[in-house]
């Protein structure tokens, strides 16, 4: 492999936020030509990157002692110095490329950066009554020019990246987030997945494909009221995705407010192209809006059967609207309706969301808690054991009496 392949390919793994690559591929070419001060610049800037400032230190001074006039080199060891705290050699190393290049700006604000930080360091010394030392003592004997580093992986052997270069730098490793946010995704790994959707959209912002995915991973967690906020982020960006529109909709739908998925689902069908996509969709809303609507006609009624069949819509409903405070205590209370011997025992049997694992169990319990007195007094041999003080009623504790 030619040097300029290794050094590439170096370069191209930087470029995407592959440190660890970067540096494989640096040092590949490091070892077909070890006096190359920019491949040494390059591994410094990689070094750097994964926290390893020592070595990059290192390599930059390297760099330099190959290449006197790689200004580079300089300001990757002023870096690093920085870095280890080492201030004054920091500036010292700054100066000595500024000799060479007193025009170079970034090099200027990196001596006024490490001068600060050298008076800012002497004056907490002193007020601590200690003496001031040079932060790099055990190095004294050494020519500061021939102690920095280098590096960044770009094309040309330039100071730093310029702010177009680190924005598309920024998009490749957002992209690359999406990529291992999507692997979780299709492994079923929901938390991992949004972990590395969020991190794909702090380091592109811009990019409407990200909240979108965040939104389908929330969804699939139950979290209706954040894939809502993702998906309206999305839409903030792009108004004419209708994906984002689709999944505002299940977001909706998740938290039991089906007039507002129907308004989002007509607002999206006046994009063009998008009939055949929120087709699926409308039908499922129709089908959560009738079991709502004949499960509250069946509580209505008195008799029996009727509660028991209010119960298994409500229940239908709660599953398919796991974050909808309003459907769990439609559902609890037609399981109380249509089992009132069983009461409170039923009630945590059969409504799986006052599991403490699950997201909607604490909003349910503060909600529902008219609900407790209910409980007790249609529970009547656990309301007599309450009174003798033998047996608690197993819901009392999720509905405690509020705080006057």
């Known amino acids: 492999m030619a040097l300029t392949d290794a050094n590439n390919e170096g370069k191209a793994a930087f470029k995407a936020g592959r440190y660890a690559d970067a540096v494989a591929g640096f040092s590949r070419a490091h070892t077909e030509n070890p006096g190359d001060a920019q491949v ?8 750097a990157k994964l926290g390893r400032h020592e070595e990059a230190l290192a390599d930059a001074r390297a760099a330099v002692s190959a290449d006197r006039a790689y200004v580079k080199g300089y300001y990757r060891q002023a870096s690093s110095l920085i870095e280890l705290g080492r201030f004054e050699k920091a500036a010292l190393a700054a100066s000595a490329g500024l000799a060479i290049q007193p025009d170079n700006a970034q090099m200027a604000a990196l001596k006024q950066d490490a001068l600060k930080r050298a008076r ?3 004056g907490a010394m002193q007020a601590d009554g200690e003496e001031e030392v040079s932060e790099d003592g ?5 020519e500061d020019s021939d102690a920095l580093p280098s590096l960044e992986g770009e094309d040309e052997d330039e100071p730093m990246l310029s702010p177009e270069e680190l924005a598309a730098q920024g998009r490749a490793q957002a992209e690359a987030y ?11 790994r929901w938390a991992a997945a949004v972990a590395q959707y969020k991190l794909a959209m702090q380091a592109d912002p811009t990019n409407a494909t990200y909240p979108l995915n965040r939104a389908a991973a929330l969804l699939q967690e139950g979290k209706g009221k954040e894939a809502l906020a993702d998906a309206t982020t999305a839409l903030e960006l792009d108004p004419t995705l209708i994906k984002a529109h689709l999944r505002a909709c299940k977001a909706l739908c998740q938290l039991g407010r089906f007039s507002d998925a129907r308004r989002q689902l007509e607002g999206a069908a006046k994009l063009e192209g998008s009939a055949a996509a929120l087709a699926p969709e409308l039908a499922s809303l129709s089908e959560l809006e009738a079991l709502l609507r004949n499960g509250k006609a069946a509580l209505e009624r008195e008799d029996k059967m009727a509660a ?14 796991p974050a909808s405070i309003d459907i769990a205590c439609l559902q609890m209370q037609a399981i109380l309706k249509s089992k009132p011997v069983a009461g409170a025992a039923q009630v945590l049997t059969d409504m799986p969301a006052l599991n403490q694992t699950r997201p909607l169990s604490r909003q349910l319990q503060h909600a529902c808690y008219p609900w407790g007195p209910a409980l007790r007094r249609l529970d009547s041999v656990e ?8 047996k608690r009623n197993p819901l009392h504790a999720l509905f405690p009496e509020p705080h006057t």
Request: charged residues 25%; contains cysteine; glycine residues 10%.
């Open 40 to 47: 040494l610049g390059n591994r410094s800037a990689a070094l």
């Open 120 to 122: 800012e360091q002497a």
């Open 138 to 142: 055990d190095d004294s004997g050494e």
């Open 178 to 188: 999406k990529a291992s946010g999507n692997a979780h995704f299709k492994a079923g």
């Open 308 to 321: 028991r069949e209010a119960a298994m819509h409500f229940s239908t409903l709660a599953e398919k609207c």
């Open 383 to 390: 309301q007599r054991s309450v009174e003798q003080g033998s």
